[in-house]
């Protein structure tokens, strides 16, 4: 069975740096797809970014980049130039190519300091 | 194009008395999902539609939990009788994704606080 890992519950940045969001992760498949989606206060959750394991190039999306290490199972997102508005909740998810089953980590707070 | 809908947003009752949950899903989103979020967890799945059939109910307590889904579109969970671990926060989610090949964004709705006191 496959299963999510985030081992930073709460962490906290300056405005305007950067911080990075750890998450592994356990599988014994080869095609899947990874996921950080963000969380704000009493909002819909929404998607951040996404990578697909059998791409080797990290997926970035403006001031939002990963750090895909398959060999090593790890997804970590780097957030860069913190905005307040990036105060949330985020969760790391895998998802089986095909299956549209999704699997949660227990997410980290994020709190973006002025 | 309008979100995933759901409703109630807030719902205190009693333990032991049922409640209902509401959801519709993006126009045309094949997939439909039922999560449970307890506070400081990640969602858990409860019950995954494609289409107005049950993909996987594995994890759905279905002693006090019931979810249809009408016609494929929009969907209703039920909870009855409530107890106090009940408390959480259902999301609902959709995708309009199926078959391999695609990368299944979930677009989820803004959830549904429940307390049971």
């Known amino acids: 069975a496959q299963t999510v890992t985030q081992s930073q519950p709460e962490m906290s940045v300056q405005e305007a740096e950067t911080v990075t969001l750890s998450c592994t992760y356990d599988?014994?498949?080869?095609?899947?797809?990874l996921f950080w989606y963000k969380q704000p206060p009493s909002r819909q959750m929404i998607l951040v970014i996404r990578?697909?394991?059998?791409?080797?190039q990290n997926a970035t999306e403006n001031r939002f980049s990963v750090n895909f290490q398959k060999a090593a199972k790890s997804f970590s997102l780097k957030i860069s130039d913190s905005q307040l508005g990036d105060t949330a909740m985020y969760f790391c998810?895998?998802?089986?190519?095909?299956?549209?089953?999704?699997?949660f980590g227990t997410g980290t707070r994020l709190k973006v300091l002025a | 194009e309008a979100g995933v809908a759901q409703s109630p947003r807030y719902k205190i009752i009693e333990k032991r008395q049922s409640v209902a949950f509401w959801c519709n899903p993006i126009s045309g989103h094949a997939t439909l999902y039922w999560y449970q979020q307890i506070l400081g967890q990640g969602p858990k799945l409860l019950i995954q539609f494609q289409n107005n059939g049950v993909v996987d109910d594995s994890q759905l307590p279905k002693d006090r939990f019931s979810a249809e889904r009408l016609k494929g579109v929009d969907s209703t969970l039920k909870i009855q009788p409530a107890k106090l671990e009940d408390s959480a926060v259902y999301l609902c989610a959709s995708t309009p994704y199926t078959g391999t090949g695609n990368t299944g964004e979930l677009f989820f709705g803004e959830g549904s606080r429940l307390t049971v006191l």
């Open positions: 998810a895998f998802m089986r190519a095909g299956t549209y089953k999704y699997i």
């Open positions: 990578q697909e394991a059998y791409k080797q």
């Open positions: 599988t014994s498949e080869s095609n899947y797809y």
